[in-house]
């Protein structure tokens, strides 16, 4: 039930009660009684006139306080024992009152009427004087102690209210953050996958095409057979990594037997398709997870593709070694070198980078005239 059906209930039960008091005082006269009930009934006629609309407009809610105070007022001064209504009247006040001070003078201005109405029943007397002056006094202080502790209560509840609206807020603005990172994240893997994976391949197929290209016109036919073997074998290295990424396996390059083989399997093709010495010296290492052989082996084909787009190299190293301190590996070629501190357009050292960064991993280059080096080290807190 909403606050207007509740009061009416409670204004509805409170008159019943009252009007049967009235009914059944045989200390008050006729005109006493009559005074009371008129009184009670304006109590009554005020709350489901003005009362029951005074939440929703200001002006009604102070009208209606007004009214109260004086029904009130006027029923004691007629009968001692309406003072009962006050039990009511208060609690009236305080929720119809906007502020706290207007509560607290609604308040004092409802114990005036009372204390009045007793003096006007009861006469000027001192004992009169004490008598109303007690009760006005309790019930004032107990209204008010009441009043502002459920007001405390009130707004320490608004205030939790809006803190819990705040949270929430807060919470859905995080989700949508963790969304974005999620989703930036993801695209920043796909485009490390497919520059280490796809492109690389669809790079080898470029340059063993435009070979075969030369041998036919070079009328070397057997030659030109051998390119458009690897052209194909290519071809199909690049469309097993595509549905890789696909179905979010493995590279396709680790098939079970470990991180050497898949590293030799990468050498041999690179020598077959660039004409490039490729070899591998990694022999002895400790078992490690999947998702590191993953970060070694993406380093490696990196590395390989820049050699054979930049080095001019004859000859390249992969060589793994692993210590107290972690993984390593290191691609070396005889090229001619590059000057590491100058920025180089591209995404292939960037994204090694990066890829190392997702577990502490770090990235090392050394070039000369004489060749490059490319390191990746990985702790060894994060090789299993």
């Known amino acids: 039930m909403g606050f207007a059906r509740w009061m009416s209930i409670a204004v509805t039960v409170t008159t019943a009660v009252m009007a049967v008091l009235i009914a059944g005082s045989g200390g008050y006269g006729p005109g006493s009684r009559l005074g009371a009930a008129v009184a009670l009934a304006a109590f009554a006629l005020a709350w489901f006139t003005l009362g029951i609309r005074a939440r929703d ?62 003096l006007i029943n009861m006469g000027l007397s001192a004992d009169a004087l004490l008598y109303s002056s007690t009760i006005v006094a309790l019930s004032l202080i107990f209204s008010l102690a009441l009043g502002l502790w459920i007001t405390q209560i009130s707004t320490l509840s608004d205030q939790r209210h809006d803190l819990v609206l705040e949270l929430h807020s807060t919470r859905d603005e995080l989700a949508a953050i963790s969304r974005d990172a999620g989703v930036s994240s993801e695209r920043e893997r796909l485009a490390r996958e497919i520059h280490d994976t796809i492109a690389q391949d669809l790079t080898g197929l470029v340059l063993v095409a435009q070979r075969a290209k030369r041998e036919l016109d070079n009328n070397h036919p057997a030659a030109a057979a051998e390119q458009l073997e690897l052209i194909e074998d290519s071809a199909r290295a690049a469309l097993a990594e595509a549905r890789a990424l696909v179905t979010a396996s493995a590279p396709v390059g680790l098939t079970g037997d470990g991180i050497t083989s898949a590293l030799n399997r990468l050498a041999e093709r690179y020598s077959r398709e660039t004409q490039l010495t490729v070899t591998v010296d990694a022999e002895q290492l400790p078992a490690m997870a999947r998702e590191t052989e993953v970060v070694m082996l993406r380093c490696a084909q990196e590395a390989l593709a820049n050699v054979r787009k930049h080095a001019e190299a004859t000859r390249a190293t992969i060589t793994v070694s692993a210590d107290d301190m972690g993984l390593t590996i290191s691609v070396a070629d005889d090229g001619v070198g590059f000057d590491p501190t100058t920025a180089h357009p ?8 990066e890829r190392l960064a997702l577990v502490n991993g770090r990235l090392d280059v050394d070039s000369s005239a004489a060749g490059t080096t490319v390191r990746a080290t990985i702790p060894k807190e994060v090789i299993a």
């Open 57 to 118: 407009n200001s002006i009604i809610a102070v009208i209606y306080v007004g009214v109260l105070v004086v029904t009130v007022g006027a029923a004691v001064a007629f009968m001692p024992v309406m003072a009962t209504l006050q039990s009511l009247a208060y609690p009236l006040v305080w929720v119809l009152a906007e502020r706290t001070r207007n509560a607290i003078i609604g308040n004092v201005a409802l114990a005036l009427s009372v204390g009045v109405g007793f």
């Open 346 to 353: 591209g995404f292939g050292l960037e994204g090694m980078s």
